[in-house]
C-alpha cells in the first residue's frame, strides 16, 4: 500500500516550490500526497514578490476533515503562513506519534521575510521541538537561533529540544554537502557534486524525500543519506522553463 504524506505548506505558481514540488515528488517516489494550502505566494523562477496566508478556519476545516478520513504515514511542513496557522499546526503535533519534518521556510534569501517575528519565534520554540527532524538552509538556521554562527545556532536549538537538524546545501571543495546534527553528537555529512546552475525549489524537494524514507521506516540516518543523493540525481533534470532559476 503506498504511504500517505500530509504536506502542509505554500503554494508556488511555478510549480517549482512548495505543496506542488512536495506533491510531484510523492507521486514519483509512489506515495500519495494530502495537500494543505497555507499561503499563496506570488512568484515564478526569477524572484518572490508577495505572500498572502490563508485564513485560519478554512485552513483547520480542511485539516479536521482531511485528517477524520485518512491517517497519513508522516506529515511534511514548509511554509506555514501565519501565526494563527502555526497554532493550529501545533495542536495536530502534539498528538501525534508519526514522522514530522519541518523544513523552516522564512521567505526567500533575498527580499521580504514571509513570517513576522511572533510567527517565527513560536515555529522555533513550539513547533521545532515536536519535529522528527528540521531542515533548515544557513540562513534559515542562523536566524532561528539569533546567532552569529552555525555552532552556536545549532547548540541554541538543541537546548530548546530540537534534536536532529539537517543543515543544508552548503558548498565547499566544489561539492554540496548537508550537515546532520543529531542529538548533540558530532555531524554527519553527505556530500554529492555540485551541479552547474541555479535551482528552484530544492529545499522542498530535499525535505519531501527526507519524509518518504522516514515514512517508509528508514532511521534517520539513512534518511538524511538517500535523500540526499537523490536530490542530487533530481537536479540533473532540472530544465530553464523561465527566465530564471531552473525548475523540475
Known sequence: MKKKILIIGGHDPSGGAGVMMDANICRLNECHPLTLITSETVQNSQKSKDNFPATEEVFKKQ??????????????????????IARVIKNVLVKTKMPVVIDPVIGPTSGKSFLNNKTIEFMRDELLPLASIVTPNED??????NKNNLENSIKFLYELGIKNTLVTGKIKNNKIVNYLFSDGCDPLQFKNHLLKGHF????CLLSSLLTIFLA?????????????????????????????????
Open 216 to 248: 517508509k521506516k528508514f532511521s534517520v540516518v539513512d534518511s538524511c543519506e538517500k535523500a540526499s543523493n537523490q536530490t542530487n540525481s533530481y537536479l540533473k533534470l532540472f530544465k530553464k522553463i523561465g527566465k530564471g532559476q531552473k525548475l523540475l
Open 140 to 145: 534559515e538556521l542562523l536566524k532561528l537561533g
Open 63 to 84: 485539516l479536521d476533515f482531511i485528517l477524520d478520513d485518512i491517517k497519513p504515514d508522516a506529515i511534511k511542513i514548509g511554509l506555514i503562513g501565519s501565526y494563527e
Open 200 to 203: 528552484h525549489g530544492t529545499g
